[in-house]
């Protein structure tokens, strides 16, 4: 059973950055697929990016690409989601998803298992 906690949200302007990071308890996430996520209120849950186990491929959704990055450091049990440039339609709550396949996925049904959440609010 993996545990998957999000931390690193915040309040933040327009244009700024933030780090989120996800750490993985209960087991190892090395060979596992990662991605993002995140839901704002009243939408659905939409892909924000993914990572291959190795770290060595990475998607994004267009409407971050370029101004997020995914990154992992699978020594340390834990992914990252780099945001920067932000807007204020960024504003939603990102959660960490991991499956047991080793690659990405940008479809959130592909995903085993999820953490919580942490809000990202960005005012204009």
């Known amino acids: 059973q993996v545990q998957l906690v999000e931390s690193g949200g915040g309040l933040v302007q327009a244009g700024g950055s933030l780090r989120l990071s996800c750490a993985a308890s209960?087991?190892?996430?090395?060979?596992?697929?990662m991605g993002w996520f995140r839901q704002a209120p009243g939408k659905e849950r939409e892909f924000v990016a993914t990572?291959?186990?190795?770290?060595?491929?990475?998607t994004y959704a267009d409407v971050v690409r370029g101004r997020f990055t995914i990154s992992r450091d699978n020594a340390k049990n834990a992914v990252y989601l780099q945001m920067n440039s932000l807007k204020s339609e960024d504003t939603a709550v990102y959660h960490c998803?991991?499956?047991?396949?080793?690659?990405?996925?940008?479809?959130?049904?592909?995903?085993?298992?999820w953490g919580q959440g942490t809000q990202v609010t960005v005012s204009s």
């Open positions: 998803a991991g499956r047991v396949s080793g690659s990405g996925s940008s479809g959130a049904n592909d995903y085993d298992f």
């Open positions: 990572i291959t186990w190795s770290g060595r491929s990475t």
């Open positions: 209960g087991r190892t996430i090395g060979s596992s697929g």
